[in-house]
Nanobody, 131 residues
């Protein structure tokens, strides 16, 4: 499984960025995709997650209303649209994937695994700097 992030960079406060994560060697069918971030000197935190089979999306309270996670099933790609960025959004952003999500309650399971940080597959990260 390979996850490749792109779209990071530097932006002024109040601006927007869109991160992309393309997955290869991984089935997008009924599995979890998530974005995490880690700022210098801080623990890694879950930002958003989704269940590729549909259902409620998960967002951390700090990004709710500003960030949007979405997927392009045909491209095996997940996105993170980040609007109204603040300086404290500065971090390395990681894409992560988790398979074997249970049908029937996949979205909740994906969110729980995201909050616990227990995803199996990880990308290399992309830097987002807000000044």
């Amino acid at each position: 499984v390979q996850l490749v992030e792109s779209g990071g960079g530097s932006v002024e406060a109040g601006g927007s960025l869109r991160l992309s994560c393309q997955a290869s060697g991984y089935s997008f069918s009924s599995n979890c995709m998530a974005w995490f971030r880690q700022a210098p000197g801080q623990a890694r935190e879950a930002v958003a997650s989704l269940y590729t089979g549909g259902g409620e999306l998960y967002y951390a309270a700090s990004v709710k209303g500003r960030f949007t996670i979405s997927q392009d099933y045909a491209k095996n790609t997940v996105y993170l649209q980040m609007n109204r960025l603040h300086t404290w959004d500065t971090a390395i952003y990681y894409c992560a994937a988790q398979d074997e999500a249970p049908r029937g309650y996949g979205a909740a399971w994906c969110a729980a695994r995201a909050r616990a940080g227990t995803y199996t597959y990880w990308g290399q990260g992309t830097q987002v700097t807000v000044s």
